[in-house]
């Protein structure tokens, strides 16, 4: 195993650093396109359209309307790249990798004529497909996301460079050389909590999106279904699902999640709290401990549910 797998261990970040980057040029032309004045004002206008729509429950609507949005955003860049395909090479993975711009690019049959109203599980999904649409076109320049994140984009391509270099450094250092593989190390460990604090600033930023709180809420409705019903154990384990899904929204799940819990802990209300619970909770998966939450349900949840508060994904009580 790598020294830097060792010292910051797998998962999120090594799914970022696989990605490709798009060209510089290209992002220049593309950016420039939807900086035109005439593309702003009528990108602007949808995304007021699609918030308004969110506000008043119309998700299908809302889709409908992002979708046109991002179909306009296609036809103001189609003369700045020779190939619409060249838009798949991520132009900032944190904000759309490669996957999700292939489904934006070539979306599956369901979204094709979707409208109505729409069950939980179908709001779901377009939901979350509406804020793919949202970070892919952010990435692309378009003028429609909430808070001051230009900054934040730039140091966090500028870090995932960063990363990216220091770990092939990791990768060709002699390993007779300890000294300077155990420097390399510490840096890169040092850079990627530093990202990491970055990416979740975004996602803070990204949460203020209606469409990000209202598919937290609609996930912890059924936490509260199984409250409701005396099912303190399910509702436990349906609580951790959510924080297991609010870290993957964030860019930083499909790690260990007491080490991201760690490396955020000053972003967290009951930090130690929040520890015990998510370990306990992991202990527990691997088969090595007793049910963490037996005869303190409503404690583990409320733990659970002030860290979603903390991450911006449910409304402060």
């Known amino acids: 195993m790598a020294m830097e797998e060792v010292i910051f261990g797998e998962g999120w970040l090594d799914k970022l650093l696989s990605e490709r980057s798009a060209p510089r040029r290209l992002k220049e032309r593309v950016r420039e396109a939807l900086q035109e004045e005439r593309n702003k004002k009528a990108c602007a206008r949808r995304w007021k359209e699609v918030d308004r729509l969110l506000g008043a ?32 090479t991520p132009f900032s993975p944190f904000l759309a990798g490669e996957e999700k711009i292939r489904e934006a690019l ?29 970070r892919l076109m952010a990435s692309w320049g378009a ?12 140091r966090l391509d500028g870090d995932l460079e960063e990363l990216r270099r220091v770990r092939e450094e990791l990768r060709s250092l002699d390993k007779g050389d300890l000294e300077a593989e155990a420097d390399l190390a510490d840096h890169y460990a040092g850079a990627a909590s530093r990202f990491a604090r970055d990416l979740f600033q975004l996602h803070l930023l990204n949460s203020r999106h209606p469409e990000v ?22 509702a436990a384990q349906e609580a951790f699902s959510v ?15 007491l080490e991201m819990v760690d490396i955020l802990y000053d972003y967290f209300s009951d930090p ?10 992991a202990a527990m998966r691997r088969g090595v401990g007793r049910s963490p939450w037996e005869g303190r349900e409503r404690r583990f949840i409320d733990t659970l549910r002030s860290a979603l508060e903390d991450m911006g994904l449910l409304s402060l009580r």
């Open 57 to 88: 429950g119309e998700v299908s609507r809302a889709l409908e309307e992002a979708t046109a949005s991002f179909r306009e955003a296609l036809g103001a860049i189609k003369g700045s790249v020779k190939r619409e395909e060249d838009l798949s």
């Open 106 to 134: 070539q979306p599956p049959p369901e979204w094709k004529g979707i409208s109505g109203h729409l069950d939980d599980l179908e709001a779901l999904r377009a939901l979350v497909f509406l804020n793919h649409l949202r």
């Open 143 to 154: 003028p429609i996301w909430k808070g001051p994140a230009e900054g934040l984009l730039q």
């Open 213 to 234: 709180g209202m598919r937290f809420h609609i996930l912890w409705e059924q936490v509260e279904k199984l409250l409701e019903d005396r099912d303190f154990a399910a």
């Open 243 to 257: 924080l297991e899904e609010a870290f993957d929204v964030a860019g930083l799940g499909g790690g260990d999640l």
């Open 272 to 281: 130690e709290e929040l520890r015990r619970v998510v370990d306990a909770m």
